[in-house]
């Protein structure tokens, strides 16, 4: 059974207190991990797909590695409107149809 | 471009009492649907998955239906709620012709549903 774990559960930063969000994950065969940022009282919004180890995406003051057990969400210089929680889903073959999803990273960034 | 939505944004209902939930989708043919839910601190459930019109799998038995009677829409139902039923519920699409690829889910805003 896929299994995706994130951690930690909540996180306090200052303004411009980088930091990083953990996703780790047991698949077989990954086909794809998903990064999803989540407004309080909305749906998640996607952000970036990691598909092999090693690869990294950027976006703004956001950037997504991928190993093969985990994968890592850096925020450089965050800024209070970076608050949300974040969600890390994965994909697996024979099941394209479904996201395996962690329980997710809710993140506050202080002014 | 594409866009999802779903109502109503919030629905109170008392036990007992039937269940509709609507989602549209624009900007694109034949995509494929999905029906989440997610508690309180916790991540998605996967609920049900369309392929096209009229076929519905369902990953979780429970009180709830799923229906799509047209190729970008799909509905979530019960005859009779349960307190359990209570939640987030959102839909989501990717694209239906890259089915089988590792293209990402588009969420809607979610409806939140609780049981009196």
């Known amino acids: 059974e896929d299994q995706v774990t994130q951690s930690p559960e909540a996180l306090r930063l200052q303004e411009g207190e980088s930091s990083s969000l953990n996703c780790s994950y047991t698949?077989?065969?990954?086909?794809?991990l998903f990064w999803y940022r989540q407004d309080p009282g909305k749906g998640p919004e996607f952000l970036f797909t990691?598909?092999?180890a090693g690869e990294e995406k950027e976006k703004e003051r956001l950037k997504a590695t991928l190993t093969k057990k985990e994968s890592f969400l850096h925020i450089t210089a965050p800024k209070p409107e970076d608050s949300a929680t974040y969600l890390c889903a994965v994909q697996a073959p024979g099941s394209a149809r479904q996201l395996t999803f962690g329980s997710g990273t809710q993140l506050t960034v202080l002014p | 471009s594409q866009t999802i939505h779903q109502w109503p944004a919030t629905l109170v209902q008392p036990v007992g009492s039937p269940l509709s939930l609507e989602c549209t989708v624009e900007?694109?043919?034949?995509?494929?649907l999905y029906w989440y839910r997610q508690a309180a601190g916790r991540g998605l459930q996967l609920l049900f998955y369309?392929?096209?019109?009229?076929?519905i799998s369902s990953e979780v038995p429970q009180n709830l239906s799923a229906s799509r009677p047209q190729d970008r829409q799909f509905i979530l139902s019960s005859k009779k709620l349960l307190l359990s039923d209570s939640g987030f519920y959102l839909c989501?699409?990717?694209?239906?012709?890259?089915?089988?690829?590792?293209?990402?889910?588009?969420f809607g805003d979610g409806t939140r549903l609780s049981i009196l």
């Open positions: 698949v077989s065969g990954l086909r794809g």
């Open positions: 900007g694109t043919s034949n995509p494929n």
């Open positions: 990691l598909y092999s």
């Open positions: 989501a699409w990717s694209p239906g012709l890259l089915f089988d690829s590792n293209q990402p889910q588009h």
């Open positions: 369309s392929v096209g019109i009229g076929q």
